[in-house]
């Protein structure tokens, strides 16, 4: 299995920017890809981004698209997600994923194999 820990949540204004961090470990050969996942109280859990770990190819969900950004480090086993201009809205949960089967990747989380413990990101108005 393979190990996520989340980190770099935190209390921001409206507006805003944070960056989240998922370190990445524990696996034999390289995950397929990496996805961002949030869940706010009340709601389902919600796919915000997806990365392919390799080619570094990407996919947001309509609702953060042109806020949000997804990216990797390989070299350091690390997984980011850039949050700029953010809303109360976003106030959630947040959770690291990784997908290690090859085929298909969307944003669906029945699709991801092993989580991280998720960090908490708060957007104040």
């Known amino acids: 299995q393979v190990q996520l820990v989340e980190s770099g949540g935190g209390s921001v204004q409206a507006g805003g920017s944070l960056r989240v961090s998922c370190a990445v470990s524990?696996?034999?050969?390289?995950?397929?890809?990496l996805g961002w996942f949030r869940q706010a109280p009340g709601k389902e859990r919600e796919g915000v981004a997806r990365?392919?770990?390799?080619?570094?190819?990407?996919y947001y969900a309509d609702s953060v698209k042109g806020r949000f950004t997804i990216s990797r480090d390989n070299a350091k086993n690390t997984l980011y997600l850039q949050m700029n201009s953010l809303k109360p809205e976003d106030t959630a949960m947040y959770y690291c994923?990784?997908?290690?089967?090859?085929?298909?990747?969307?944003?669906?989380?029945?699709?991801?194999?092993?989580w991280g413990q998720g960090t908490q990101v708060t957007v104040s108005s």
């Open positions: 990365i392919f770990w390799s080619s570094g190819n990407t």
């Open positions: 524990g696996y034999t050969s390289s995950p397929y890809c």
């Open positions: 994923a990784a997908k290690t089967r090859g085929g298909g990747c969307s944003i669906s989380d029945y699709e991801y194999n092993d």
